[in-house]
């Protein structure tokens, strides 16, 4: 359902909605030429983001959107930042639940740099990639509106509190993921953090995180190819943050969508 919005203002900052979801991993995602709408909000014509910023100059994820990159300088920088992730296989999923990566938003994580300013993880990534923010009647955080560029299909999401799903928050390291790459051995603490880091958290269209699920690049990337090369450097930093490794597979589709 679409509401009109019209996106006059960048406000600064962070938050956001939904949660990655235990979604069958490999579904096909719709083309983002296909007009298709996300469940319960309306999708606009693809635009192009001036409010994003290249992951490149984003090394801690508190800066708007996902920017593609484009030049010849910046691939180069994208494939030797690729090349440092180690590889392995992915282990047992024995023992994944969303529950070992903490409660599903928090305000305390050491992992965000946003952490203990009154305001829970999810909207703090919305206000940093809403454009014409509006909040809940008598709160500066709870979010009731606002307008997205999604980077994942290049359209414009149109955005109300009542419609929640319709934008959603994909970690873009997925949790699943990372507990096979080995954040099974980590203490919760620690698991809570990369689940609550901003660096890993991207608000998009809620049908693509549905689509994704807990694939990494070799199964998955975003229908706009435009920003793939900026999803893949995404996941590369978060993987070389938090020291875990990707598959090979995952590693040579990584390097594939920045020129390699």
Not at 130 to 153: A, E, F, I, K, W
């Amino acid at each position: 359902m679409r509401i009109g919005i019209v996106a006059v203002a960048v406000v600064a900052a962070v938050g956001l909605l939904g949660g990655c979801k235990g979604v069958t991993v490999g579904a096909a995602a719709p083309s983002a030429s296909s007009g298709a709408a996300g469940p319960g909000g309306g999708s606009g014509p693809a635009v192009s983001d001036g409010h994003a910023v290249s992951p490149l100059d984003d090394p801690d994820g508190t800066k708007p959107g996902l920017a593609a990159i484009t030049s010849a300088a910046d691939e180069k920088q994208a494939r030797a930042l690729i090349g440092r992730l180690a590889t392995k296989g992915r282990g047992p999923k024995t023992g994944y639940t969303r529950e070992q990566f903490g409660s599903a938003w928090t305000d305390s994580a050491t992992g965000d740099p946003y952490a203990h300013n009154g305001c829970d993880t999810r909207n703090d990534v919305l206000k940093r990639d809403g454009l014409d923010v509006h909040y809940r009647s008598g709160s500066d955080c709870v979010l009731s509106s606002m307008t997205l560029h999604d980077p994942y299909t290049g359209r414009t999401i149109d955005w109300l509190k009542s419609k929640a799903t319709a934008v959603q928050i994909d970690h873009v390291m997925p949790l699943s993921y990372d507990w096979q790459m080995g954040a099974a051995r980590w203490t919760k603490l620690k698991r809570e953090d990369i689940a609550n880091d901003p660096l890993n958290l991207m608000p998009v269209d809620g049908s693509m995180n549905e689509s994704k699920g807990d694939s990494g690049p070799a199964a998955w990337l975003p229908p706009n190819k435009a920003i793939r090369c900026s999803y893949v450097v995404r996941f590369a930093q978060v993987s070389l943050k938090y020291a875990l490794p990707v598959t090979a597979p995952d590693k040579q589709a990584m390097l594939k969508q920045c020129g390699g």
